[in-house]
């Protein structure tokens, strides 16, 4: 299994591109998530859906959009980057099911996608 | 609004030795605590995880405590070696699990050891 996957890991961009940006899981988990990481700030939660066809707003959402068409796959979108978006973006995911259990709520993360914004 | 605290923000320590990394909380009681550990240039990787009821857990060489009554919680690393040098993270699952984004992240502390 390759866990979760991130495409693509580096990306040098101009104010006011767009980008998208893949994360792929192959753990059949129903929920995943997407953050950025900035230094002295931890992990922020942007965007993360619960399931395939539907998603919700994270803590810090401004600027993004995401879409979940199929179980395994979550993109995150920036339709207009600005240099405030530079950052380390990480993709997760976790089980769901009808059973919960000690640490069947663990997030597994994908190694990250460095973005800087020019 | 809950908060999660580490301290020391960043340390350095000679191989061999033992350290503990140290995680203030204010959600109480929470669904559980977990300690990641973060490779530089990697996502992080979950090391323990705690319910609100247990005191100790173990993961070779990692042991994390609980004390729900000063609301902390600990990392301990024995015998350090070269390949613990990353960032721990702690994070707190408040009430009703976390699969809906509301997982609470400390900030990390940055361990390095030296040869």
């Known amino acids: 299994n390759a866990g979760v996957t991130q495409t693509p890991k580096f990306r040098v961009l101009k104010t006011g591109q767009s980008m998208t940006l893949l994360c792929a899981q192959d753990?059949?988990?129903?929920?995943m998530y997407w953050y950025r990481q900035d230094p002295g700030m931890g992990l922020r939660l942007i965007h993360y859906?619960?399931?395939?066809?539907?998603?919700a707003k994270g803590e810090v959402p401004d600027g993004y959009n995401v879409s979940r068409l199929k179980k395994q796959n979550f993109l995150l979108g920036l339709e207009s980057a600005a240099p405030s978006q530079t950052s380390v973006y990480f993709c997760?995911?976790?089980?769901?099911?009808?059973?919960?259990?000690?640490?069947?709520?663990?997030?597994?993360f994908g190694p990250g996608t460095r973005l800087t914004v020019l | 609004k809950n908060q999660v605290e580490q301290s020391p923000q960043s340390l350095i320590i000679l191989e061999g030795k033992n350290c503990t990394l140290q995680?203030?909380?204010?959600?109480?009681?929470?669904?559980?605590l977990r300690w990641y550990k973060q490779d530089t240039g990697r996502g992080p990787v979950s090391l323990t995880i705690m319910t609100f009821s247990e005191n100790t857990k173990s993961n070779g060489r990692y042991t994390a405590t609980l004390d729900a009554d000063t609301k902390q919680s600990s990392l301990h690393i024995t015998a350090s070696q070269l390949s613990d040098s990353a960032s721990y993270i702690c994070?707190?699952?408040?009430?009703?699990?976390?699969?809906?984004?509301?997982?609470?992240f400390g900030k990390g502390t940055k361990l390095s050891v030296k040869p």
């Open positions: 994070v707190v699952t408040p009430p009703g699990g976390g699969s809906q984004g509301n997982l609470i």
């Open positions: 859906s619960v399931g395939e066809g539907t998603t």
């Open positions: 995680c203030n909380y204010t959600v109480s009681p929470f669904s559980n």
């Open positions: 753990m059949n988990h129903e929920y």
């Open positions: 997760a995911s976790s089980y769901s099911g009808t059973r919960s259990f000690p640490g069947s709520d663990t997030q597994y």
